[in-house]
């Protein structure tokens, strides 16, 4: 549910020490919004520590959560390869420390260093191949399903996550998302 990325991270930490004028660090609180969605950007970001959102805001103002990015994993990436606006807006949840590169430097790395690329490979493949199944089980089973399938995957996310953002991450409404819950909570 809250991604991460540690062997990612354990590299670029190693790579920000060897080029360290490759890597910028920036910290942001929580709520700040560090990618919006629909503008141009020079620089993609890999979280250091914390928690953000990845979402896509529709024209009526539907919020939809494509995911939650924790340590090690990167964002902006998509946007070097395609040259597009940024297709989400990344926010914070909790305090959160990213490595901001450039575009020009990512690319070099991706260029010339294969353990690098590698990863970046890595990644990329892991996140295209986590969303069927996620967007196939919720559509596929219950919102109370869904529910204890998220207990099983992160049993703090409530504490962690904010019942808009975990109504936003399924797909439904505030209000089913209740409604799902005091069903589960009469079922014990």
Do not use: W
Not at 11 to 25: A, C, G, M, R
Not at 67 to 79: A, K, R
Not at 153 to 177: C, H, Q
Request: charged share 25%; hydrophobic share 35%; aromatic share 12%.
């Amino acid at each position: 549910m809250i991604r991460t990325d540690l062997d990612f991270l354990a590299y670029i930490n190693t790579l920000s020490q060897k080029h360290p004028d490759y890597f910028l660090l920036e910290k942001y609180q929580s709520k700040e919004i560090i990618l919006a969605q629909d503008k141009r950007y020079q620089s993609l970001y890999i979280i250091k520590k914390g928690i953000t959102k990845c979402s896509l805001s529709d024209e009526n103002g539907k919020d939809f959560i494509q995911e939650f990015l924790g340590e090690g994993m990167e964002f902006g990436e998509l946007e070097v390869f395609s040259g597009n606006l940024s297709f989400c807006s990344i926010e914070a949840i909790s305090a959160v420390e990213v490595y901001k590169i450039s575009h020009k430097q990512y690319r070099y790395l991706l260029e010339n260093d294969p353990i690098f690329n590698r990863l970046i490979l890595k990644a990329m493949a892991t996140k295209i191949g986590y969303k069927a199944p996620r967007h196939s089980f919720q559509q596929s089973y219950s919102i109370e399903e869904n529910i204890l399938r998220m207990h099983e995957i992160f049993p703090n996310f409530e504490k962690v996550l904010s019942k808009n953002d975990i109504a936003n991450y399924m797909g439904i409404t505030l209000r089913s998302l209740n409604r799902a819950l005091l069903q589960l909570e009469k079922g014990k």
